[in-house]
């Protein structure tokens, strides 16, 4: 059963759909055993849990989650279990906000917590919500610490800004630029760092010391979010960021968008003039495969060379078909 109340509660904190929840084997733990303790566990590790009662994911959402649980409970018994009740109740009278939480549990413990909004094109931007290849790339970071290890990172649309926070936490760089195009996407990026204990700054982060002790804390990474339009930004601009690593996730989604990454990745490599090259990583959901090749078409355009990038092993996050992932390395 702990098998099953993690998978449970992994889903739940990001709120992934209902039908990728594991009922069936639920349901078969439910008939072997004629006590309720399960679903309670569940409820604590769900519902109930600290993350999730600090930051609420969508009430629609936990109010399908509830409703499912009493129907797998009376399936096979036949005491109602009042907790459950009980917390629909509650939910039934919560209001329906147009922000919701999702808390995306790391290795270590900590969890990165993400305000979004609960419709998928908000404002007229995609940016507002995760998709499943920033989960990718951030599972490839923690599997590959030592690339960003002291080192300033550059990530170009960063969207709610799971990736950066989640290599923030783990991977313990020296500075973090989070960049994206829409203010709304700005805003909301600055609130999530805000929510994760980490502050943006202009400058550099002097060394946090503990109180009444000689060793310096971790240092947290110098937080940057700025504002990038791939079309209008000069090589001046992106030199001042100074990256040692530049990273992308899910931004290839038309050929417009392409065209204008390519542009930004050329006057990267640009400011390289005299210094080793550097290292660029995106990771894309293969929707279509054409949009993959018309990338790698005109990157071979402009000179600049790429690999792909094995799959990796970590499977931290739960999302919908990791094998439709992909991941390339360029060399600006």
Not at 127 to 142: F, N, P, Q, S, V
Not at 240 to 261: N, R
Not at 267 to 283: E, I
Not at 286 to 310: D, H, K, M, S, Y
Request: glycine share 4%.
């Amino acid at each position: 059963a702990p098998a099953c109340c993690r998978s449970f509660k992994r889903r739940f904190l990001v709120a992934r759909a209902l039908r990728s929840f594991p009922w069936q084997s639920l349901e078969e733990k439910l008939r072997d055993s004629s006590d309720s303790q399960l679903l309670l566990d569940i409820l604590q590790k769900t519902v109930k849990h600290p993350l999730c009662v600090k930051h609420p994911p969508s009430a629609k959402f936990v109010r399908y989650f509830l409703s499912e649980l009493i129907k797998k409970h009376e399936a096979v018994h036949s005491e109602p279990l009042d907790e459950l009740y009980e917390a629909l109740a509650e939910v039934l009278t919560a209001e329906e906000s147009t922000q919701c939480h999702r808390s995306y549990l790391l290795p270590s413990g900590d969890a990165v917590t993400l305000s979004e909004s609960t419709a998928i094109v908000s404002h007229g931007t995609t940016g507002l919500i995760t998709w499943d290849a920033a989960l990718y790339l951030a599972e490839w970071a923690m599997e590959n610490p030592a690339a960003f290890i002291d080192r300033t990172v550059l990530e170009l649309g960063s969207g709610a800004g799971l990736t950066g926070l989640a290599i923030c936490k783990t991977c313990r760089p020296k500075g973090y630029v989070f960049s994206d195009y829409h203010g709304r996407v700005l805003e909301q990026l600055r609130e999530n760092i805000f929510l994760n204990g980490l502050s943006v700054e202009p400058g550099v982060t002097p060394l946090l010391q503990h109180p009444g002790c000689g060793i310096p804390d971790l240092e947290k990474p110098a937080v940057t979010v700025a504002h990038l339009d791939w079309d209008l930004v000069t090589v001046p601009q992106l030199s001042a960021f100074q990256p040692d690593i530049v990273i992308a996730a899910d931004v290839l989604y038309c050929p417009q968008t392409i065209l204008s990454l390519v542009r930004v990745l050329q006057m990267l490599s640009a400011c390289r003039k005299d210094r080793p090259a550097l290292d660029a990583y995106v990771a894309f959901t293969i929707r279509n495969p054409e949009t993959c090749r018309l990338f790698t078409a005109e990157l071979g355009q402009v000179g600049i060379r790429w690999e792909a990038v094995p799959h990796h092993n970590q499977k931290l996050f739960p999302y919908e078909k990791p094998s439709e992932m992909g991941m390339l390395k360029l060399m600006l």
